[in-house]
C-alpha cells in the first residue's frame, strides 16, 4: 500500500461561518480553504497550524456519512495551558483528568461534536 497519511476528516455542520469561527478563533487552528463548491455549498478546510491533517466543515449530505456529531481527538504538549486558553476563550472544558495514556480532557464544538485533548504520557503517545 502506498498510503501515507490521513488528508482530512469530515464534520456535519449546520451553519460554516459560525464552525469555522469556532475552530479558527476558540482553537486557533487556521482556515486552509474556504470555497463555493459547483453544486452551490461550500467546501472548507480547517487545521492546526503547520498540521498534516484537516477537518472539513460540511453543509452537504455526503455519501455514507450520517448526520449527527462525532468525536475526534487533538493532541498538545500542554493540556493545562490549552485548557486556559479555551475557557479564556469562552469554551466549557471539562478538568484534565489523569489516565494511563496521558491527561486528558474534552469539550464541544458549536455543533455538538465532542472534541477530546490529550497530553500524552509514553504510554499513550503515538509514534510518529
Do not use: C, N
Not at 464552525?19 to 453544486?39: H, M, N, Q, S
Not at 456529531?69 to 478538568?95: I, K, M, N, S, W
Amino acid at each position: 500500500m502506498t498510503i501515507t497519511r490521513v488528508q482530512f476528516l469530515t464534520l456535519p455542520v449546520a451553519d460554516h461561518a459560525r464552525a469555522r469561527d469556532f475552530y479558527v478563533g476558540k482553537l486557533g487552528f487556521e482556515a486552509l480553504v474556504d470555497r463555493r463548491t459547483p453544486g452551490g455549498g461550500r467546501f472548507v478546510l480547517v487545521a492546526p497550524k503547520g498540521a498534516k491533517t484537516g477537518v472539513v466543515l460540511t453543509d452537504q449530505p455526503v455519501t455514507g456519512i450520517e448526520p449527527g456529531p462525532r468525536h475526534f481527538q487533538l493532541q498538545t504538549t500542554d493540556v493545562d495551558a490549552e485548557v486556559a486558553a479555551l475557557r479564556a476563550a469562552g469554551v466549557d472544558v471539562a478538568e484534565p483528568q489523569r489516565q494511563p495514556w496521558g491527561r486528558a480532557t474534552s469539550f464541544k464544538d458549536v455543533d455538538g461534536h465532542t472534541i477530546g485533548l490529550l497530553e500524552p504520557s509514553d504510554f499513550g503517545a503515538v509514534p510518529r
